[in-house]
């Protein structure tokens, strides 16, 4: 099986979201997804959800890489699998919003929406994890949930080991 790894250092400022988005929507471009397909928008809403829980939970940066798996010889269907790395060494917590709750949801939609998921600790910090598969049917998001600002007073904010990085203005 090939696998082809990119990644992207993010800034512990909210508006690095929307850069990590940029560039995810231009690397499944580049692995072969188009922007327009459900495939896409599925896997960019659950960059979004992880990249903004590592933003804005821990207030440090993070890493985003995404791994695109073949299963053939002719690089056809496999997996795509996104990951962010951040220093915060706090497993994640899967809240249950309520009703007009304007957080608490990220978790849940990365559950419903990624045909797997977890984490794992990664140096000091931690890894968040999710799979999607080329093959299978694939779960249309809706609009993103407003996430709310928070943070961690006092954590230290050194950024995970990466290597390979991309760099984009």
Do not use: Y
């Amino acid at each position: 099986m090939q696998v082809l790894q990119v990644q992207l250092e993010v800034g512990p400022d909210p508006a690095e979201v929307g850069r990590a988005r940029r560039w995810a929507r231009s690397r499944l471009a580049g692995s072969g997804i188009g922007e327009d397909e459900p495939l896409a928008e599925t896997l960019i809403l659950l960059i979004s959800e992880l990249v903004t829980n590592a933003v804005v939970h821990t207030g440090c940066p993070a890493v985003l890489r995404m791994l695109f798996g073949s299963t053939g010889a002719s690089g056809g269907a496999g997996t795509v699998r996104v990951e962010v790395a951040d220093a915060s060494d706090r497993p994640p917590l899967q809240r249950h919003a309520e009703g007009e709750d304007t957080n608490g949801r990220g978790l849940e939609l990365v559950d419903g929406l990624a045909d797997r998921w977890g984490w794992l600790p990664e140096g000091r910090g931690k890894q968040i994890w999710c799979e999607v598969d080329r093959g299978g049917p694939v779960r249309v998001p809706g609009p993103p949930p407003v996430v709310g600002a928070g943070g961690r007073a006092g954590e230290s904010c050194e950024p995970p080991v990466c290597l390979f990085t991309d760099h984009l203005a």
